[in-house]
């Protein structure tokens, strides 16, 4: 079966780094992404990870190693408007099929 | 670019009544969409995917005479809810995948209430 866990929750103060833990298992594995989603709004694309290493993009970095059903997502300078959910989701054979973690709840602290 | 639109926002209906949700690629031809359910506090479920000019694929699970997809050209897929009971009330939400890109973008929901 396919399997996605990443922490329920986590607390950061603004300013601070932030890095969000996703681990998968997962078969016919085609890419991981990270969507940021805030109450009541639909997801956001954040990244895209395909290859092995870290992806930088501004304030946010993922990082990704197949090997080990790894990934993280890397928050820098964190402001008030990054506390939303985060949602780690695993690309699935070629059709484009996505599988989503149950999402992080990041809340930032002034 | 890459922008993904549904129609209406928000529904409420009747129980035994059908609601039809519609998708859209604004300015980019999609020959895969996405139908996803999402309960409160709860991440996204995938329940179809649409395909152009085929019948749409469901995961296990999704009654697929209940929730019947269309997808009739290359920028619109239709999900339609049909006899509506109080448990489908949810956040449905679709997404579509420009050709030669990894990354779905998804459209801003349709948030459903069945009395």
């Known amino acids: 079966g396919q399997n996605i866990d990443q922490p329920t929750e986590m607390t950061a103060t603004e300013g601070a780094i932030v890095q969000i833990n996703c681990t998968y298992q997962?078969?016919?594995?085609?890419?991981l992404f990270w969507y940021q989603q805030h109450a009541g709004e639909a997801p956001t694309f954040l990244s895209y990870?395909?290859?092995?290493g870290l992806e930088e993009k501004g304030r946010f970095s993922s990082f990704l190693s197949r090997s080990k059903g790894y990934s993280y997502l890397l928050l820098k300078e964190l402001q008030m408007k990054d506390s939303a959910s985060y949602l780690c989701?695993?690309?699935?054979?070629?059709?484009?099929?996505?599988?989503f973690g149950q999402g992080t709840e990041l809340s930032v602290k002034p | 670019g890459a922008v993904v639109s549904q129609h209406p926002s928000w529904v409420i209906c009747k129980s035994g009544t059908s609601v039809k949700i519609e998708c859209r690629s604004l300015?980019?031809?999609?020959?895969?969409m996405f139908w996803y359910r999402q309960f409160p506090k709860q991440s996204l479920m995938l329940m179809a995917t649409?395909?152009?000019?085929?019948?749409?694929?469901?995961e296990q699970g999704v009654e697929k005479d209940k929730f019947l997809i269309n997808h009739a050209s290359l920028t619109l897929s239709t999900l339609t809810v049909t006899s509506a009971h109080p448990e489908d009330s949810s956040f449905y939400i679709c997404?579509?995948?420009?050709?030669?890109?990894?990354?779905?973008?998804f459209g801003p929901g349709t948030r459903l209430t069945v009395l």
């Open positions: 997404s579509a995948r420009p050709s030669g890109r990894g990354e779905q973008f």
């Open positions: 989701a695993v690309g699935i054979g070629q059709g484009g099929k996505l599988i």
């Open positions: 649409s395909n152009e000019g085929s019948k749409a694929t469901y």
């Open positions: 997962t078969s016919g594995f085609n890419g």
């Open positions: 990870n395909v290859l092995d």
């Open positions: 300015d980019f031809q999609a020959t895969t």
